[in-house]
């Protein structure tokens, strides 16, 4: 069993423009708890304002999912996040050279000397500690490796090793998650971000790799070009390599619809697991196959994520295609009359795609009336 760490409401929500008020937050975490996201993670309680605000209401709500502040190592940012009733921190650090000292203006040795200033006073009242490593992607896997060691001696609950930039591969991951996992029994956690396109494959690689958690986003929302989206990561884990996770799959369209209406985000037609268009079929060969045994040309069905199946009329739709379609809008048609009007389709759909279901028994009602000529 794999943990989903959702952090939509922190990360995704540092998305250049996107900024949820604290009613959508309330709203966005009580249904991400509801479909089984046991774990988010949902603002940074120093900037204070709507932000901790926020955080205090989903924390006071009771959810049954941890909550989880994002903190730096700075006592401002702690005192901060337990003001507003957190039980659960991530305290955060980089950890690769060129953050460390362009970003920071400090040394290796300084990072190892405010986790170990910290982490301690935070254990002794009780409460739950993840640790980031911020950029770690890009640091020197031995210097991952001592920090993980000291932060274990420290007794922290869980390590986040992040791929801030975006710059891991899947083989890349699954090596570098796997050296730590070889040396640390700590639980880890992959964070991953999609500048090359890889942050599900990535994700997934570092739970193949050893990582008990995964920080992902609704609709990969996040910093640049995103995170490891939530209903990527949870359909290929469950789909691809039969790893449970407690996420009811059924729900996923639903929360991607109401993260993309309030982040102003809408989510393209061919987004994976949750594009409008995904379970759209339109080319002749697909739908007959479709028709016959969706499974031929569907890698799991539309129901699994809460979505529907559409067929299409368009350039591409063959007979079966249309007498189909026409069927399912109550007109039953012969293959005859299908042949006739395919060509108008086609001519039609060239021009403007694709054609819609009010559109398309007005095209039949021509050829009934004997003016099939028409269309040639
Ligand atoms: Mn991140």
């Given amino acids: 069993m794999i943990t989903l760490v959702d952090t ?44 901790a605000q926020a955080v205090k209401e989903i924390i006071g709500m009771n959810l049954p999912s941890r909550i989880l502040t994002w903190n730096r190592v700075l006592e401002r940012d702690i005192e901060a996040a337990l003001s507003c009733g957190a039980k659960a921190l991530y305290i955060s650090c980089p ?9 920071l203006g400090k040394k290796r040795e300084w990072v190892k000397e405010r986790f170990s200033k910290l982490i301690p006073e935070l254990k002794k009242e009780g409460l739950y500690v993840a640790c980031g490593l911020e950029d770690a992607s890009r640091a ?14 420290l007794a922290v609950d869980r390590i986040r090793f992040c791929d801030t930039v975006g710059i891991l591969t899947p083989f890349k991951t699954f090596e570098l998650i796997g050296f730590l996992r070889k040396y640390i029994k700590t639980p880890l956690e992959i964070h991953t971000h999609n500048d090359f396109g890889l942050a599900t494959a990535n994700a997934i690689a570092g739970v193949k790799g050893g990582a008990d958690y995964v920080s992902v986003t609704v609709n990969g929302l996040g910093e640049r070009a995103g995170n490891a989206s939530l209903e990527e ?30 982040s102003g985000r809408p989510v393209g037609y061919g987004k994976a697991i949750v594009g409008d268009y ?11 196959g479709v028709i016959k045994a969706p499974a031929c040309y569907e890698p ?6 809460g979505a529907e199946r559409h067929y299409i ?27 006739i009007m395919l060509p108008l389709i086609r001519r039609m759909a060239e021009e403007k795609m ?8 007005d095209l039949y009602i021509p050829t009934l009336a004997g003016q099939r000529g028409l269309f040639y």
């Fill in 8 to 51: 939509t409401l922190r990360d995704g929500e540092q998305s250049p423009g996107v900024s949820f008020t604290v009613k959508e937050k309330v709203e966005i975490a009580s249904l991400l708890s509801s479909i089984g996201i046991n774990e988010m993670e949902v603002g940074t309680p120093v900037m204070g304002g709507n932000e």
């Fill in 95 to 103: 950890v690769s050279d060129i953050q460390i000292e362009k970003k």
């Fill in 140 to 153: 020197n896997p031995h210097f991952v490796l001592e920090i993980s060691s000291l932060l274990e001696g």
């Fill in 233 to 262: 990561t949870v359909m290929a884990l469950e789909r691809l390599e039969d790893i449970k996770t407690s996420v009811d799959t059924t729900r996923l369209k639903e929360v991607s619809l109401l993260v993309s209406v309030l």
């Fill in 278 to 288: 995904i379970f759209a079929h339109e080319s002749g060969i697909h739908v007959d």
């Fill in 300 to 305: 799991f069905p539309p129901e699994m994520v």
């Fill in 313 to 339: 009329i368009g350039k591409h739709s063959g007979i079966s295609s249309i007498i189909y379609k026409f069927k399912s809008l109550g007109i039953t048609i012969n293959r005859e009359d299908a042949a």
């Fill in 354 to 361: 694709p054609l819609t279901d009010s559109e398309l028994p």
